[in-house]
């Protein structure tokens, strides 16, 4: 028979191992909760509507700026809420005509119903004047755009994006004569210049060359000489005075 004290370690041990065994067992729920928990929030992050704000440059008009709208995610945005802090101004009395300011309100004054994966809205937010240093909208060079939506598991969604029209105003850049957009610049204006000349050279022939020839004889000479595409050359006889030959 063993000794009284050696028994009492024994269920001691067993008492210890016991705890540990459960305190494990509560720490393995707890940390495959979490697990699951973060699962299902990179799920939700990897699957939602991502309606962004940004600015960007228009490269065919200079010192000009546009807000755009889009959606980035993979699902459908709906009941799209777009907010401006400040908010955006209004044109002076009597130039509402003039400016595309309202058009940007207006088209923000609701929520729009539906943004589908890769849609965007855009609209000029700013518009230089011809220094550039102006906006000659009324809205604030530096804005907080505020963006609510709804996704399709029922969940709302609030972003907000700081925009500020100097990150694109500072933007420096080189050009060259050999840059693709240079050389396209300057092959229209060659063209201009062999238009005008044979504009002239037309304009300039004496008008009795094909006296009593059909008018279709002259309009296909003003068409070669322009380069137009061509019906046939003209049967003229220039040794006399516009007959035909036979």
Do not use: C
């Amino acid at each position: 028979m063993e000794p009284a004290w050696v028994a009492a370690i024994a269920a001691g041990i067993s008492s210890v191992v016991a705890s540990v065994s459960a305190g494990a067992a509560v720490w393995s729920a707890r940390n495959g909760k979490r697990t699951l928990a973060r699962a299902d929030a990179d799920s939700r992050a990897r699957t939602r509507p991502m309606v962004a704000a940004e600015l960007r440059d228009e490269p065919y008009a200079p010192a000009t700026q546009l807000l755009v709208i889009k959606n980035y995610g993979p699902t459908i945005a709906r009941n799209v809420t777009v907010t401006f802090d400040p908010p955006l101004g209004d044109p002076p009395p009597g130039q509402e005509h003039e400016s595309v300011a309202p058009f940007l309100k207006r088209r923000n004054a609701k929520p729009i119903p539906a943004l589908v994966p890769g849609m965007e809205l855009d609209n000029i937010y700013y518009d230089g004047t011809t220094d550039g240093r102006d906006n000659r909208n009324p809205f604030p060079d530096q804005v907080t755009v505020t963006i609510e939506l709804d996704a399709p598991d029922g969940e709302h969604y609030v972003d907000r994006f700081e925009l500020d029209v100097s990150v694109i105003r500072n933007r420096t850049f080189v050009t060259s004569s050999t840059h693709p957009e240079q050389r396209m610049k300057q092959a229209v204006a060659a063209l201009k210049r062999i238009n005008g000349s044979l504009s002239r050279i037309a304009r300039a022939l004496p008008a009795d060359r094909y006296a009593g020839a059909p008018p279709e004889w002259s309009a296909e000479l003003e068409r070669r000489l322009l380069g137009k595409p061509t019906e046939g050359p003209p049967a003229v006889d220039e040794d006399h005075d516009g007959a035909t030959k036979s």
